[in-house]
C-alpha cells in the first residue's frame, strides 16, 4: 500500500517508568523483607516453650539478598523435636500474608508515585 500512514509511538516514558519501579520495588523489598521477618520472629520466639530460654534466643531475623528471613535452632540438636512437638510450624500458618499485604502497599505507592 504505497503512501500509507505511519505511527510512532514514544515508549521512553513507559521504559523510564518500568525503571524507576523496579528500583522501588527492590529496595520496598528489602524494607519489607527485613521488617516482614522481624514480626514472624517475634511471634515464633512467642511460641518457643523456655526452660533456659537458649532455644527462644536462637529466634532471628537476618537480612538477605531482597529482604530478611527467620532462622531458628542455631544448631540445638533439640530444636527441631520441640518444634515437631509443639507444632510451632503449624501455627505460624499464614504469616507469609503478612509480607504478601506489606508488599501489595508497597507496589501501591512506587505506582502511585509515577
Do not use: C
Not at 505511527?7 to 528500583?23: A, C, N
Not at 523483607?33 to 511460641?47: D, E, L
Not at 518457643?48 to 531475623?61: D, E, Q
Not at 531482597?66 to 535452632?73: A, D, F, L, N
Request: charged letters at 20%; zero cysteines; hydrophobic letters at 40%.
Amino acid at each position: 500500500m504505497a503512501g500509507g500512514n505511519h505511527v510512532e509511538i514514544d515508549w521512553s516514558g513507559v521504559s523510564r517508568g518500568i525503571h524507576t519501579l523496579k528500583i522501588g520495588l527492590d529496595r520496598d523489598s528489602q524494607r519489607v523483607g527485613m521488617s516482614t521477618a522481624q514480626k514472624v520472629a517475634a511471634q515464633v520466639r512467642a511460641r518457643v516453650p523456655v526452660l533456659t530460654g537458649r532455644l527462644r534466643s536462637t529466634v532471628r531475623a537476618v537480612a538477605v539478598q531482597g529482604g530478611g528471613e527467620v532462622t531458628y535452632g542455631g544448631g540445638l540438636p533439640y530444636a527441631n523435636k520441640i518444634a515437631r512437638r509443639t507444632g510451632l510450624w503449624n501455627t505460624l500458618a499464614g504469616l507469609d500474608q503478612i509480607f504478601l499485604r506489606a508488599m501489595t502497599d508497597a507496589a501501591r505507592t512506587e505506582v502511585n508515585r509515577l
